[in-house]
């Protein structure tokens, strides 16, 4: 399944402070790209790591024209960002923009900022929904459905001192939503399992979400060997996708999870991380060591643990993606079930700047 965005943006993006009710400053224009007009730009593409998708940009007729095609599992980000605005929540602010989405599927095209607070936010736009992302852990909250007619509209969200945000399109009110504290977005989409599909996660056993005992919103992610390990044919092989990472650039790992239950404590289950040149748990050889980061056994309890560490790719060939492993194993012949949840697993890339990254 391949996604598609392109995206038009016009020479319409202001901000100004609405409590003052001062006149807009225009901050981009469409007639150049938005490096050569003070903003700073974040890019993972196939310009930077060969296994991501192409990113091309185009600026004709006063806009600036964006378009990425992703095949299945294929990753590719480009962003701009300006640390000179000053937002602040006690006066309030407005943020709008002039776009046109031809093809942008949910999550594709996202507008955020934050203040000198902290708080801050991160709306999505696409074709039939803008929906708000501010948390990237919580569900995702439908903020109104949109009507794609291949046209321009201009978008506007008003933040007020009390923390609510009003979004507008063409002058007219279609949501709300509040701020919360700003985070960057995750790679993994829905690391904390509220929505209902979580598909950077594979498994031969079975995976579902779990309302019992989560670590935090309404939901975890149960992994169930279901009579499988990693000595049965097929193997278990519960594993994440493999997701590209920018050379030279640190990256936030953390996730929590627990043992969900007590008998047949002897089948347990790691954590493994692995670039793609290392075989690990998935092939026929298991190479696991020294990729393992925790176990599972009858020696922890049922209460939630949280690990953090940092990831750096250098850029070789060796090092291009990055997968998570959760192989299972067997103990004494037949005692062949683990059952584990996960929970608010996170991995992003580390900034010099905004709020801590990890809450």
Not at 95 to 105: G, R
Request: some cysteine.
């Amino acid at each position: 399944m391949k996604t598609t965005k392109t995206i038009l943006l016009a020479a319409a993006l202001s901000i100004g402070v609405a409590a003052q009710a001062q006149t807009p400053e225009t901050i981009y224009t469409g007639t150049s790209l938005p490096t050569q007009q003070s903003w700073l730009e974040w890019k993972l593409d196939q310009a930077v790591n060969t296994v991501a998708a192409p990113v091309t940009l185009d600026v004709s007729n006063g806009a600036l024209k964006y378009t990425s095609v992703n095949e299945e599992n294929q990753f590719s980000q480009l962003g701009w960002y300006r640390l000179d605005q000053n937002l602040n929540l006690w006066t309030g602010y407005t943020i709008e923009l002039k776009a046109k989405l031809i093809v942008a599927q949910k999550g594709s095209f996202n507008i955020q900022g934050y203040d000198n607070s902290g708080r801050g936010f991160r709306v999505s736009i696409s074709d039939t929904l803008l929906t708000n992302q501010s948390d990237p852990l919580k569900a995702t909250q439908t903020v109104a459905e949109l009507t794609n007619d291949n046209d321009f509209h201009v978008y506007r969200l008003a933040v007020t001192p009390s923390s609510g945000v009003i979004v507008y399109r063409d002058g007219v009110q279609i949501g709300a939503f509040t701020l919360s504290t700003f985070q960057f977005d995750n790679i993994i989409e829905n690391g904390g399992f509220e929505d209902e599909e979580y598909p950077d996660f594979l498994s031969n056993g079975k995976l579902e979400r779990t309302s019992d005992n989560p670590f935090a919103g309404a939901s975890a992610l149960l992994m169930d060997s279901d009579g499988k390990n990693n000595s049965t044919i097929p193997k278990e092989s519960a594993t994440t996708r493999a997701f590209p990472l920018k050379p030279n650039t640190e990256y936030e790992f953390s996730m929590s999870r627990r043992r969900a239950i007590l008998d047949n404590e002897w089948a347990w289950r790691d954590l493994g991380a692995y670039w793609n040149s290392q075989e690990g748990t998935l092939g026929d050889v298991t190479l696991k060591d020294p990729n393992e980061r925790w176990w599972n056994n009858c020696f922890e309890t049922l209460e939630w643990a949280t690990g953090k560490e940092t990831f750096n790719s250098d850029g070789s060939a060796d090092k291009l993606t990055l997968r998570f492993e959760f192989p299972s194993w067997i103990r004494d012949d037949v005692k062949n079930t683990s059952k584990v949840a996960i929970d608010n697993i996170i991995l992003r890339e580390q900034h010099n700047f905004g709020p801590s990254l990890v809450p």
